[in-house]
């Protein structure tokens, strides 16, 4: 087999946007509308909260359709920030990726689709992982069969998640009768909105992941522009209308005392059938995130094992299948070690935000920095997009990742220590690389 290969640019526009919109449109909608909804007081705030998430992500989109036209490069974020700051803050954040944000949340996933296979099929009382684990391997081994058997994996799921979703659409505007639920006013701290914004941009969160996936986009210094607008835009048009159908049947207080807004629209409609409906797309949705997931989350892997001599077996690429086997099996085993850790033990959703949140939006301020250092340090640079009305929109990309890291912390509170921790492991692997290379050095010599 063909190892020592690079990544050929095999996918087209709608392979990309399939594949980041079924990475952002996840299990995520489903549960934080009713979070959100708890930290306000008006439909009219909520949707505001909603748009102003969109409008973020698309600013943010701006600012990485630059780096990625200019820097493709199969690692994304790893490549940026090495490029920007050096060897060090590159590889804590693909440790990150493969110890906390991507394999946790692979992890995660698996959870959620086991929970609800479960209640259509019970395996006994460790049900949920057992589903979790053979979803993982299920998933990891179309991909390892190669990019276009995941590829077109994720556009079944996403055209089968786009119908579900309309369908849910089209019954909040136009066939569910409107609950009468009294209108409840509640103050709401600062600190509230601050919670609210953390869950609407983690539902919007993903879009980024379309980084790792420039070094095989076609013509991707002119396509990878369409690619992040067009998803971004795609995404925000959906969480607008499913929000204005639930709050047109439950209205704010509804949904804020509802713990699954959509299943409650369904039952409300169609009574038991309509929530077994909902179960089945939330376990579709999952299932779209996860392959996502494992396809971007392996890119970062194969980055950092072409990089680091002591990891250098994930740094390889298999031609004929154009995919990353070593890289996609290393990730596969972490996140099932993840399961088999919290088969018995597991916190659930809000408790992996409060473990990934601070770690991810510390290097997203970080990625978001790199625009202005990479202008610095390499003006000469071909720049097939250039980030609209530089400096202010980089200036207001960074100024929410800083203000959503201070969130991420406060409303944390020690629960971000554990992220942080595991981060902090990744440096001794770094030290014994260093020393490796110096060894090999000297025997040169």
């Known amino acids: 087999m063909d190892f020592v290969s690079k990544p050929k640019q095999t996918l087209s526009v709608v392979d990309a946007i399939s594949i980041i919109v079924g990475m952002v449109v996840g299990v995520g909608i489903f549960k934080t509308p009713s979070i959100v909804a708890s930290s306000v007081n008006s439909e009219e705030t909520l949707i505001l909260l909603w748009l102003l998430g969109g409008v973020a992500s698309f600013i943010g989109a701006l600012c990485y359709a630059e780096l990625a036209s200019a820097h493709p490069h199969a690692g ?5 920030l090495q490029k920007a700051f050096g060897n060090t803050p590159s590889f804590l954040y693909a440790w990150a990726r493969i110890t906390i944000i991507q394999t946790g ?3 995660m996933v698996g959870f959620i689709i086991g929970d609800y296979a479960s209640e259509m099929m019970s395996l006994g009382p460790y049900s949920a992982s057992l589903y979790a684990a053979f979803s993982i391997i299920l998933l990891t081994s179309v991909n390892i069969a ?14 089968l998640i786009m119908i579900g979703l309309f369908i849910v659409m089209v019954i909040g505007f136009f066939i569910g009768a409107p609950q009468e639920v009294g209108r409840t006013e509640r103050i709401i701290s600062k600190t509230a909105w601050g919670k609210a914004m953390i869950f609407v941009l983690l539902t919007y969160g993903g879009w980024n992941e379309a980084s790792f996936l420039s070094a095989e986009v076609r013509s991707v210094r002119r396509n990878m522009v369409r690619v992040l607008i067009y ?17 047109r049947i439950l209205g704010v207080s509804g949904m804020a005392a509802s713990g699954a807004v959509m299943a409650d629209l369904m039952y409300n409609t169609f009574g038991l059938q309509g929530t077994r409906f909902i179960s089945l797309l939330i376990l579709l949705a999952a299932l779209s995130t996860l392959n996502a997931a494992i396809i971007t989350g392996a890119r970062t892997s194969y980055a950092l094992g072409r990089d680091y001599s002591l990891l250098n077996i994930f740094g390889r690429w298999e031609g004929k299948r154009n995919t990353p086997v070593n890289a996609l099996l290393l990730q596969g085993c972490i996140a099932l070690l993840l399961v088999i850790l919290g088969a018995g033990t597991r916190d659930g959703f809000v408790t992996m935000v ?21 202008r610095y340090k390499k003006p000469v640079v071909s720049r097939p997009f250039s980030v609209h009305f530089y400096p202010i929109t980089p200036f207001f990309f960074c100024s929410v990742c800083a203000f959503m890291l201070y969130s991420s912390l406060m409303y944390t509170g020690r629960g971000s220590l554990i992220g942080i921790g595991v981060l902090i492991t990744g440096i001794p692997f770094m030290i014994i690389n260093r020393m490796c290379i110096k060894d090999e050095t000297k025997e040169l010599k």
């Open 76 to 80: 994304g974020d790893y490549h940026y």
């Open 146 to 159: 190669g990019i276009k058997q995941g590829k077109w994996t994720q556009k079944m799921f996403v055209v």
């Open 231 to 247: 998803s971004i835009g795609i995404v925000m048009l959906i969480y607008l209308l499913i929000n204005m159908a639930l709050l």
């Open 354 to 374: 409060e473990y990934t949140a601070p770690v991810f939006w510390l290097f997203s301020l970080m990625v978001g920095t790199s625009i202005f250092i990479l």
């Open 105 to 107: 949340s692979i992890a």
